[in-house]
């Protein structure tokens, strides 16, 4: 799994470098395949503002600007038509250099000299998504001066994290930080977003199947679909994920924070304006996001509307249901599917996503309203609009399990000296709550940490955090003890023998 440094760094407010932290992970049983920078290198960009921008007296297609980092005002001649006076954009000074070793030097363009060059998201090798091609809009709150690298998060860097398949909890901001934390000897939660006041209007939903365990909607009116601002964008591509649109981007950067996939509707375009969760009839197609018509089979479990489905249930989502730039209401979904039932969907059309692998590995039910509220916070904050009732359907309580161990066994297992109290403070670090009852601990396990089940996982979380280094090499132990027959088994012998001395062969039946 790929994800940001920086945003783990802001999260937990660690002074460990990527390097560190990399041995850190391994050191608990998650070693970093790779470590890569988030952009090319860039030197010698700064954040500018236009001051003029006027027509270029040689040329008809470009355009003399004045613009300012701050401290001095440079003349630089831009092709670009999609700048004014007090944009805020990237300049690139004489001596910078910008990715393949494009070095900016004084010139001379169509008789006019350029101290400089404005660049585009392009130019600096970023795959952004804007409203039109020509120079970076940087926002308007950017100070001149800065660095561009430092402004825009661009020396950030990406962790590639072998995760165990049992670790489902670890695709996600607060799973990897509550890790890092715990490694760190220190424990973490992530703040749940407040409470939204909005309109009183809800969605209709029915579920159908058994494979539903729990399906929210809000319905937020009055959206304006625009490119993501540039922090979000960049975030998502630390995490290997391609921006799209501020909805979408938001319900991706929401399952990257929380772990919690969510889907995003056009509302208007559902044909029953209600939501029903069910199995897929004999026969039916859908053709999904990817432009693929689909054989649905009867196995698989579809979100629809109206009778037509809309999303095959935590695989993908249909073409004609989709976001896009005319999108004025949006549906968001948050929902539990059977994680079993996904996996053999996903399989079954040769669909992999980000999405479907959250919930093949089981996703947490106890976030499921958190994650929707704050996707619903920040479409509202980012794409304006606003949010109705939350409206849901079954059941979202989840499973409360507590583990009994005895320190003798913990250190049996792991061939250690390990105290009642270091065992405590290990499992309250990785957000465990301990009660102790005489000789024996019950550890209670959250919701979020479905490959807990046995007193083994609790001792292999103590030796993990302890240090695996720590424990010293032993050979295995045991007494040995002679068999000795009992009664029926020494007379059984002796017949044996007897007739053998007789001649006679025994048959085994």
Request: a negative charge.
């Amino acid at each position: 799994m790929k994800f940001s440094y920086n945003w783990l760094k802001e999260t937990l407010g660690f002074e460990l470098t990527p390097q560190e932290l990399a041995e850190g992970l391994a050191a608990v049983g998650f070693p970093v395949e790779s470590i890569t920078p988030l952009a090319p290198e860039i030197t010698g960009v700064v954040v500018a503002e236009l001051l003029e921008v006027k027509p270029h007296p040689n040329a008809d297609r470009l355009s003399l600007t004045k613009v300012s980092d701050g401290s001095e005002v440079y003349s630089v001649v831009c092709g670009a038509h999609n700048i004014a006076p007090g944009d805020k954009v990237p300049l690139a000074r004489i001596g910078a250099v910008l990715p393949d070793n494009f070095k900016i030097k004084r010139s001379k363009i169509r008789g006019v000299e350029s101290e400089g060059m404005l660049c585009s998201a392009a130019e600096l090798k970023l795959p952004l998504v804007q409203d039109s091609d020509g120079i970076l809009q940087l926002p308007l709150t950017a100070q001149p001066g800065l660095d561009i690298n430092a402004y825009l998060g661009l020396d950030d860097v990406i962790l590639d994290i072998e995760l165990t398949a049992d670790r489902g909890d670890l695709l996600s901001l607060r799973g990897l930080a509550a890790e890092i934390s715990a490694f760190l000897g220190k424990p973490f939660s992530l703040e749940a977003p407040e409470e939204i006041e909005g309109g009183k209007w809800g969605f209709p939903i029915t579920i159908d199947t058994e494979a539903c365990s729990f399906y929210t909607g809000r319905l937020i009116k009055g959206v304006k679909v625009a490119p993501s601002p540039l922090w979000l964008q960049l975030r998502l591509l630390a995490c290997g994920m391609r921006p799209v649109n501020n909805i979408v981007d938001i319900a991706n950067y929401v399952m990257l924070e929380w772990g919690h996939p969510l889907h995003t509707f056009d509302a208007d375009k559902l044909p029953g304006q209600e939501i029903t969760v069910r199995q897929a009839l004999p026969a039916e197609t859908m053709v999904t996001l990817d432009d693929k018509e689909r054989q649905l089979d009867p196995g698989m479990m579809l979100i629809t509307s109206g009778g037509r489905p809309v999303t095959i249930a935590g695989v993908m989502g249909s073409e004609d249901s989709e976001v896009d730039a005319n999108t004025t209401n949006v549906l968001v979904e948050a929902a539990v599917f059977d994680a079993i039932s996904v996996r053999r969907t996903a399989k079954a059309l040769g669909i992999s996503s980000e999405a479907g692998s959250r919930f093949e590995k089981g996703v947490d039910p106890a976030v499921t309203r958190i994650a929707s509220l704050r996707a619903t916070s920040l479409i509202c904050q980012l794409a304006g609009g606003e949010a109705g009732e939350l409206t849901s359907a079954g059941d979202d309580k989840a499973s409360v399990r507590s583990i009994a161990v005895r320190m003798e066994d913990i250190n049996g297992l792991l061939g250690t000296n390990i105290t009642e109290e270091q065992a405590i403070g290990i499992l309250n670090n990785l957000g465990l709550q301990v009660e102790t009852h005489g000789d024996s601990l019950r550890v209670q396990v959250p919701s979020r940490r479905r490959d807990l089940e046995l007193w083994q996982d609790i001792s292999e979380e103590v030796g993990r955090l302890y240090g695996y280094d720590k424990i010293p090499a032993s050979l295995p132990q045991g007494a040995l003890t002679l068999g000795v027959r009992n009664d029926k088994q020494s007379l059984e012998w002796q017949v044996r023998q007897l007739l053998a001395g007789y001649g006679l062969y025994e048959v085994v039946p």
